[in-house]
Each structure stands twice: as C-alpha cells, then as structure tokens.
C-alpha cells in the first residue's frame, strides 16, 4: 500500500493539476514530465519507450505517476 503524506498544500483534483501545465524539457525515453507555473506542481509519468514528435510524446508505457508541490510564491490561487 501506498504511503501518503499530507502537509500544508492545497489538495487538487488531477484536472486542477493538469489544467495549465506546459511541456518541460526534461523529457526523455523513461521520463515525461509537465510543469504547472499557475499552482506549483510537477507531474511526472514515469515509464519505458516514450518516443515524441518535437515535445509532443507519440508512445510509450507509463507505469508510474507522480506529482510533486513545489510552493508558488505570490500565488493569489493557493497563498503561502
């Protein structure tokens, strides 16, 4: 079973998450990952054989999913 931390962060759906998110240039054959600059959070989908077509991805399999808060400072959506 999963271990869950829950701390001082908004709690969002995973549409709220994803609405906003942008494409980060870390991506690559095992990681793609979204960037959220609107509330902070990183989403990663973590797998094998991502391919893309310029930062779009085309393939691969996703066997994980992870998504990491990072406070946005001077945020009016979610306040420090």
Do not use: C, K
């Not at 999963?2 to 969002?12: D, E, I, K, S, V």
């Not at 054959?29 to 077509?53: D, K, Q, S, V």
């Amino acid at each position: 079973m999963t271990a869950f931390t829950y701390g001082n962060f908004p709690n969002l759906s995973l549409d709220e998450i994803l609405v906003g998110a942008v494409a980060q240039g870390t991506s690559n054959a095992n990681i793609f990952t979204l960037t959220n600059p609107i509330n902070g959070y990183t989403i990663n989908f973590i797998g094998t054989g991502f391919t893309y077509n310029g930062a779009v991805p085309t393939g691969g399999t996703i066997q994980e999913v992870a998504a990491v808060f990072t406070r946005v400072s001077n945020s009016t959506r979610f306040p420090a």
